[in-house]
């Protein structure tokens, strides 16, 4: 699947908290870094996520912050 948006990380769900209507997903994508994503709990069943598999984490975002001291 080819996506416009540039900001694509590849990594593997660590972990799945399902609760009745959203589901919270951990992804590790290296380098001590995770993402971690609320999606519905449809969406999560529908894609069929498990601990360990392998997905992409696509960031679509109108705004970025950067802050700084």
Known sequence: MKLSARNQF???V???N???VMAEVVVDIGGGHEVVSAIT???AEQ???THGATV???I???EVM???D
Do not use: M, Y
């Open 10 to 12: 590849q990594g593997q």
């Open 14 to 16: 660590k972990s799945i």
């Open 18 to 20: 399902l609760g009745n």
């Open 41 to 43: 709990r449809s969406s």
């Open 47 to 49: 894609l069929g996520l």
């Open 56 to 58: 992409t984490v696509v």
């Open 60 to 62: 679509k975002a109108t």
């Open 66 to 68: 950067i802050a700084a």
